[in-house]
């Protein structure tokens, strides 16, 4: 079976059980470490009491208060306390829907009209690519190490701690700004309905914000359960959706006619579209496979990336799952479906049912549900009640995108106290095993959604800089996954060992993770390009230029402020592969006895299964 050398604590000199490293028999609201006995109200009450043997943090070892001591934070992100109730049915639907949210539904459509339907599909392609190598360094990492932080905690021991520090508070910042951002998408998107657009927006986000806050005070396994079903119901309207868009391409929808690639040639839009029946101008609907050139490709990249978004948290989840080994691979192999099918052959239903030149999909900001292709598609058909059940949809992945907000940012601030990266007090971990004052920030940092009371205008304005703020943040994280992976793969020959210790191999190797960093890179250039010279750069005033290269580019001088003094402060070296930490929080795993059972249990499978299990 497995043995994890972390459960030795060095302070005690004893075996710690189970639960430090996080306990499978805890109750969402009991003490997981007191007697059973006692009102429900007393054991609700014991379980926000601190963990007993959970620790803030544990004392550093360095003797210099200005060095950073990276073998006592490795030690403690594997020993964080956390609850393991999440099972595998939950990381494979954290996995397959864990993402798809506004970005898909909604801000794809903007998507379209800036770079047309070339560009569209390439662009996810890309970043489908790119995410699909990224996905597959971490579900090599995280099953080796299922440590609190993930991602963040391997950029700080195999690259350098300095940038783990940035790494951790580029992804808590992504995902505490997307909560109140995805809860204004959501209030945005009930205005779809003329009942729901007469009551004040600042009521409908109250609501939804104690919905979201209430799910992940259930714990991890609240979180999993809420995510499970988001995900069914987001799985199930994107298949629908495709299987309607098939049948309306080919002429079965009410108003009939066949449509085909129409609308991938240039200016072939007929006078009878419905948008010209909506009041736009005649004529003035252009199509084409491409708007704006290559840099039109380049503008969509933020978009794909953005959308892309939270494909990594099945990583995250890794250190609260109840057996990472078995259900992290399951979980990894699935997300190239989820792109291929989610993404890329929704998309490409959706370009080919409406044409890039649709005024109608700029919308009036990037949360408006109105301005998604999805339902302008729909709408186009004639079908009375389908909008209506997409905007629900819609509303459904908003809340589920704002639901993992809160679990991604709460986990990476407590995995940063872990490593005295934060406040030591966002380390706390309740007996229930939930980051609780992690969560209480998390929470709080939503109520900026409240600036829908201050009017459209000032509500766009600061959804536009949250946008900001989050949507090119997930790049850095990507390529510090891909870099880490090439890092650790070196160190792992370095010290002695081979690939057959290891229970999980990222099935595109280093190759995949060179390939996933390189494309990164190609990214942050190719956005820097585009945000410091727009399309229509010779229309902008200087104070335009400024404005739309920080709206695009925000994160990179946020990463680079974060980095830099604290490089500078702590001077942090950059990890060799003799000195990285291979043993902290390591699985160690029976490998040859695993694969052995595992052949054998695929042997008495099904022929289709057993194909099946190749793939998924």
Request: net charge positive; charged share 15%.
């Amino acid at each position: 079976m497995s043995a994890a050398p972390s459960d030795y604590d060095p302070e005690k000199n004893l075996t710690l059980p189970s639960s430090v490293g996080g306990s499978t028999d805890r109750n969402d609201f009991a003490p997981g470490h007191t007697e059973s006995n006692g009102s429900w109200g007393t054991r609700f009450i014991d379980s926000f009491k601190r963990d007993p043997n959970a620790h803030v943090t544990k004392p550093a070892q360095a003797t210099n208060p200005r060095e950073y001591d990276h073998a006592a934070a490795a030690e403690r992100t594997a020993n964080s306390g956390l609850a393991t109730k999440l099972k595998g049915r939950h990381l494979q639907m954290i996995a397959i829907g864990g993402s798809i949210g506004t970005g898909l539904f909604v801000t794809s459509g903007a998507a379209l009209s800036t770079g047309g339907p070339g560009s569209l599909i390439i662009s996810f392609a890309v970043i489908g690519v790119l995410m699909f190598c990224t996905v597959q360094a971490l579900g090599e990492l995280a099953v080796l190490f299922p440590v609190a932080g993930s991602f963040s905690a391997y950029s700080t021991r195999f690259l350098d701690p300095a940038w783990g520090f940035a790494m951790g508070w580029n992804y808590a910042i992504q995902w505490l700004v997307v909560l109140p951002l995805e809860i204004v998408a959501a209030s945005i998107t009930l205005s779809f309905w003329p009942g729901a657009n007469d009551t004040n927006k600042a009521a409908w986000v109250t609501i939804f914000l104690v919905v979201i806050v209430a799910i992940n005070f259930f714990g991890v396994r609240g979180y999993g359960e809420a995510e499970f079903v988001f995900a069914i119901i987001k799985v199930v309207a994107v298949i629908g959706f495709i299987i309607l868009g098939i049948i309306l391409n080919c002429g079965g929808g009410p108003d009939g006619g066949y449509i085909g690639g129409r609308y991938w040639k240039s200016n072939n839009v007929p006078a009878n579209y419905p948008g010209y029946q909506m009041g736009q101008p005649a004529g003035s609907i252009v199509s084409g496979a491409f708007n704006s050139g290559f840099k039109g490709l380049c503008s969509v990249f933020v978009t794909a990336a953005f959308s892309f978004a939270g494909t990594e948290l099945v990583g995250l989840a890794a250190a609260e799952s109840e057996n990472p080994r078995k259900s992290l691979p399951t979980a990894i192999k699935q997300v190239f479906w989820r792109i291929c099918l989610f993404y890329i052959v929704s998309l490409t239903i959706v370009s080919l049912l409406v044409p890039y030149g649709d005024a109608r999909l700029l919308g009036d900001s990037s949360s408006d549900a109105k301005a998604s292709p999805f339902v302008i598609a729909i709408n186009n058909a004639g079908i009375e009640v389908l909008p209506s059940v997409m905007n629900v949809v819609i509303l459904i992945a908003v809340l589920s995108v704002g639901n993992s907000s809160i679990y991604g940012s709460s986990r990476t601030l407590a995995a940063l106290a872990e490593q005295n990266q934060a406040p030591r007090i966002l380390a706390y971990i309740d007996r229930a095993g939930r980051p609780l004052v992690a969560i209480v920030v998390a929470s709080a940092l939503g109520l900026l959604c409240y600036v829908v009371a201050g009017g459209q205008e000032d509500a766009n304005t600061a959804l536009n800089w949250l946008y900001s703020l989050s949507g090119l943040s997930s790049i850095f994280t990507w390529g510090s996954i891909c870099l880490a992976h090439i890092r650790f793969r070196s160190a792992w020959k370095k010290q002695g060992h081979s690939l057959d210790e290891l229970a999980f191999r990222s099935q595109v190797g280093v190759i995949g993770s060179w390939v996933g960093f390189i494309l990164n890179c190609l990214v942050l250039v190719a956005q820097f390009w585009t945000a410091a010279w727009p399309i229509g750069y010779g229309t902008y005033t200087a104070a335009g230029i400024a404005q739309n290269f920080f709206l695009a580019y925000l994160a990179a001088p946020v990463v680079i402020l974060f980095y830099i003094p604290y490089k500078i402060y702590y001077r942090t070296p950059f990890m060799k592969t003799m000195d990285m930490d291979l043993q902290s929080g390591r699985k160690v795993w029976d490998t040859p006895a695993l694969l052995e059972a595992e052949r054998v249990e695929r042997a008495q499978l099904p022929r289709w299964k057993r194909i099946y299990k190749i793939f998924c």
